[in-house]
């Protein structure tokens, strides 16, 4: 069963001004570092999960300590690099998918409470335009046209 009136408190505008401004410079700062990638590079790639970042550093610790086992053909350098941005960027992740996991489960939550209670404001005019309150009929007519192929009072008078 669904929960109900979760969302009570208005989120004030300065909050969201400061949040907006953060993130927009977050953003800002990192947009030098980040790669963007096309679906098709994303399914290409081999994906590292924590099993995997274990394989990676486990690796990485050996090939630190024995040098000479390296192939030559392998950047090191370059690997450290790439082992670095991993490491440093995973924890802003799970923030980010943190937050956007409340943020998502605010607005379907929020977004479902106003439907409901605009389904509620529908229909009680649904019922008032019947009993020929003044502008009850406008109102619903014009909301009903969210729920084609129901028919309003208005589509079955014609």
């Given at each position: ?70 192939p030559v053909f392998m950047d090191y350098d370059d690997f450290l690099i ?27 939550q929020a977004g479902s409470e106003a439907f409901t209670s605009m389904l ?21 007519d014009d909301l009903s046209e969210r729920f084609p192929g129901r028919g ?7």
């Amino acid at each position: 069963m669904p929960k109900t009136n979760l969302v009570r408190t208005p989120i004030p505008a300065s909050v969201l001004a400061e949040v907006k401004a953060a993130l927009s410079d977050a953003l800002a700062k990192l947009e030098p570092y980040l790669v963007h990638l096309t679906p098709d590079d994303r399914r290409s790639l081999a994906k590292v999960g924590e099993k995997g970042l274990s394989f990676v550093i486990k690796g990485g610790d050996y090939a630190a300590q024995f040098p000479a086992l390296r192939p030559v053909f392998m950047d090191y350098d370059d690997f450290l690099i790439d082992l670095g941005v991993v490491t440093n960027l995973r924890p802003l992740l799970q923030m980010v998918e943190s937050l956007q996991q409340g943020l998502d489960d605010t607005v379907t939550q929020a977004g479902s409470e106003a439907f409901t209670s605009m389904l509620t404001f529908y229909i009680h005019n649904r019922e008032a335009a019947k009993a020929h309150a003044p502008h009850a009929q406008v109102v619903y007519d014009d909301l009903s046209e969210r729920f084609p192929g129901r028919g309003s009072k208005k589509a079955a008078s014609q």
